[in-house]
Nanobody, 126 residues
Framework: QVPLVESGGGLVQAGGSLRLSCAAS????????MCWFRQAPGQERAFVAA????????DLAESVKGRFTISRDNAKITVYLQMNSLKSEDTAVYFC???????????????????WGQGTQVTVSS
């Protein structure tokens, strides 16, 4: 069983919005720090956003602050990434990840994360 499954990606025009979802299997994910990374063609995977287990602490990359919001619904064991005012440079494969450590603040290094989804493609046309 795949532990993390992303959905919600697609093709959108610049200035538009998308909401990505990451559904986790297993109640243990309610206690994990969750995050989103993205990887554009020819580039390394980069941190986008993270959220603590309880949802009270969030961290966003500078490039998405004011446009993206991360949230979670622990009853549904799902994490969301609301993306507004999308730009062509947001085009990438977006990955959801989970860190079993509860240490705060959430870390931005992908090496800190233990579980990964398979990714969902977001394409922003200009």
């Amino acid at each position: 069983q795949v532990p993390l499954v992303e959905s919600g990606g697609g093709l959108v025009q610049a200035g538009g919005s998308l909401r990505l979802s990451c559904a986790a299997s297993g109640r243990a994910f309610r206690t994990y720090i969750m995050c989103w990374f993205r990887q554009a063609p020819g580039q390394e995977r980069a941190f986008v956003a993270a959220i603590s287990a309880g949802g009270s602490v969030t961290d966003l990359a500078e490039s998405v602050k004011g446009r993206f919001t991360i949230s979670r619904d622990n009853a549904k064991i799902t994490v969301y990434l609301q993306m507004n005012s999308l730009k062509s440079e947001d085009t990438a494969v977006y990955f959801c990840a989970a860190e079993t450590s509860t240490a705060l603040p959430p870390r931005r290094s992908e090496r800190s994360y233990d579980y990964w989804g398979q990714g969902t493609q977001v394409t922003v046309s200009s």
